[in-house]
């Protein structure tokens, strides 16, 4: 499967993005997803995974309560609502995929390891 992100961008701290995850080449609905976020000099870091069927979520702690990982499996797109962004939250942000055969459980969804296809990133820039 190839994963495309995008609606990145520079948005105020205390601001709102959605940025979207394309997938193509494979079937979506098989597959669960997940993302990934790298800030200059730092490691990448897990933000947010959803199971195959929505029917699962996990958020870091650091976005938990500000950020909602949603997927339409019809669309073949998987999203990440950010709201009251921080400048903080500034990095490239990175969709992730894994076949549904691998179980979907917290330790699965935040190991970037597990991730087998990879999206190219959108840049998220959060001005103070």
């Known amino acids: 499967v190839q994963l495309q992100a995008s609606g990145g961008g520079l948005v105020q701290a205390g601001g709102s993005l959605r940025v979207s995850c394309a997938a193509s080449g494979g079937t979506f609905s098989s597959y669960n997803m997940g993302w990934f976020r790298q800030a200059p000099g730092k490691e990448r870091e897990f933000v947010s995974a959803i199971s195959w069927s929505s029917g699962n979520a996990y958020y870091a702690d650091s976005v938990k309560g500000r950020f909602t990982i949603s997927r339409d499996n019809a669309k073949n797109t998987m999203y990440l609502q950010m709201n009251s962004l921080k400048p903080e939250d500034t990095a490239v942000y990175y969709c992730?995929?894994?076949?549904?055969?691998?179980?979907?459980?917290?330790?699965?969804?935040?190991?970037?390891?597990?991730?087998?296809?990879w999206g190219q990133g959108t840049q998220v820039t959060v001005s103070s």
């Open positions: 992730a995929a894994y076949k549904m055969e691998k179980l979907f459980t917290y330790r699965s969804g935040i190991n970037s390891a597990n991730y087998n296809y």
